[in-house]
């Protein structure tokens, strides 16, 4: 287990000439945590993904919300609305994270092929000096948890899966995509 006074974490990835030093960027070198400076990089545009799964232990939930009949209202329309406001909120929500002046958030929402999960997807883009993946997770997740909260009184086994960044794409280290 990691103490909060642990050194700062270095480690060599990679083969060959692709070999380099890795390090975690939010612990100090007398390890406690900081806020990573971005003072000195530039200004570019940022887009991130993230991706996640509601799956229910049947069917009920699915149909009731594609006919638009829970008890708590619109499923799918609270939680993208409630998506959105995750993202703008992240910085209050995860503690090193930088407040960033969003330009755009988009969050997907939507039933499965086989009819017992709905599938999120939050896209979050800004032109700022940090990437949008903690935004875009955050969205995700909240999407979820409210799917979650309006369809519990109707099926108490969900579970939120693989929350994750499928897309992230500006800056220094450009465009990486999940395979």
């Not at 390890?31 to 003072?39: N, Q, T």
């Not at 883009?125 to 909260?149: F, N, P, R, W």
Request: contains cysteine.
């Amino acid at each position: 287990m990691l103490s909060s006074s642990s050194r700062r974490c270095k480690e060599d990835v990679g083969e060959g000439k692709e070999k380099r030093r890795v390090q975690l960027t939010h612990v100090s070198d007398t390890g406690s945590a900081h806020m990573v400076s971005i003072s000195e990089k530039p200004v570019t545009s940022r887009i991130a993904t993230a991706a996640c799964t509601v799956r229910f232990s049947n069917k009920t939930a699915v149909s009731l919300i594609r006919e638009n009949q829970m008890k708590k209202g619109d499923v799918l329309g609270v939680a993208r609305i409630a998506g959105i406001m995750a993202a703008k909120r992240t910085a209050d929500l995860i503690p090193l994270c930088h407040p960033i002046a969003i330009s755009h958030v988009t969050i997907d929402l939507g039933p499965g092929g086989k009819g017992d999960t709905i599938q999120i997807r939050a896209t979050v883009a800004c032109d700022g000096k940090t990437g949008v993946e903690m935004e875009a997770m955050t969205a995700a997740s909240t999407a979820a948890l409210t799917v979650y909260d309006m369809c519990k009184a109707v099926d108490k086994g969900m579970v939120i899966d693989g929350v994750r960044v499928v897309l992230k794409d500006g800056g220094k280290s450009g465009r990486w995509e999940r395979d």
